[in-house]
């Protein structure tokens, strides 16, 4: 019975946690090293998706195949344009002015490097991230995250919030929060139970 009690309370808390605590938890400190602006500026983006055309590249230890992962980033970009503009996932395509009077090009001009963990990051209250946005160079980084329960690229429409207007250190992320929110994982992940993956 202590065991079953004890097993209840470690499920209780893994429901209630995001996918980038529950990393925490499984990964055993794995992250990599500092990816910094010049780093990212030094990629090849060699691919492109075949939505909104973002060029992407995507490191050679991603475990995940290239055709997927472009899939994933036009899928959420359009639902998180549709979730946060009125003009929606058309937006991508065209030039947006955000409120704070900047101007930001369609989703064509972002590019996308894709890491497999976690990294070391200059980021502002941060010293490693799932992703990360440089501001001025219109680059985003981002991992496919290594916990089997989360979805896939977890903190994508994070990152692509801070694209169109979010705040590096989130003063305004009550703005953003209802379509950027990362995925929770489910007990029937974490335990190994087949479900349904969100994208």
């Known amino acids: 019975m202590k065991y079953l009690f004890i097993f209840a ?13 529950t990393e925490d938890l499984f990964d055993g400190g794995g992250t990599d090293p ?4 010049e780093i990212a500026e030094a990629q090849d983006y060699n691919l492109s998706t075949p939505v909104y055309g973002m060029q992407v590249a995507v490191r050679g230890d991603v475990g995940l195949g290239d055709n997927a992962i472009m899939g994933i980033l036009d899928r959420r970009a359009t639902s998180f344009l549709d979730c946060q503009f009125e003009g929606g996932s058309d937006l991508g395509f065209e030039d947006v002015m ?6 930001i090009g369609p989703l064509s001009e972002l590019r996308v490097f894709v890491v497999p963990r976690r990294f070391e990051c200059e980021a502002v209250g941060l010293d490693r991230c799932n992703g990360i946005y440089f501001f001025g160079n219109d680059i985003l980084v981002v991992s496919v995250g290594n916990f089997s329960g989360c979805p896939d690229l977890p903190v994508w429409k994070h990152e692509l919030g801070h694209r169109y207007g979010m705040e590096a250190d ?16 489910s007990f029937e992940d974490i335990i190994g139970f087949d479900g349904i993956q969100i994208e």
Not at 34 to 37: H, P, Q, T, Y
Not at 98 to 103: E, K, P, Y
Not at 170 to 185: K, P, V, Y
Request: proline share 0%.
């Open 170 to 185: 989130h003063s305004n992320l009550n703005e953003f929060r209802a379509c950027t929110d990362e995925e929770n994982c």
């Open 98 to 103: 955000l409120s704070n009077g900047d101007t």
């Open 9 to 21: 309370i470690i499920s209780f808390s893994l429901i209630t946690i995001s996918c980038d605590e």
């Open 34 to 37: 500092l990816i910094d602006r």
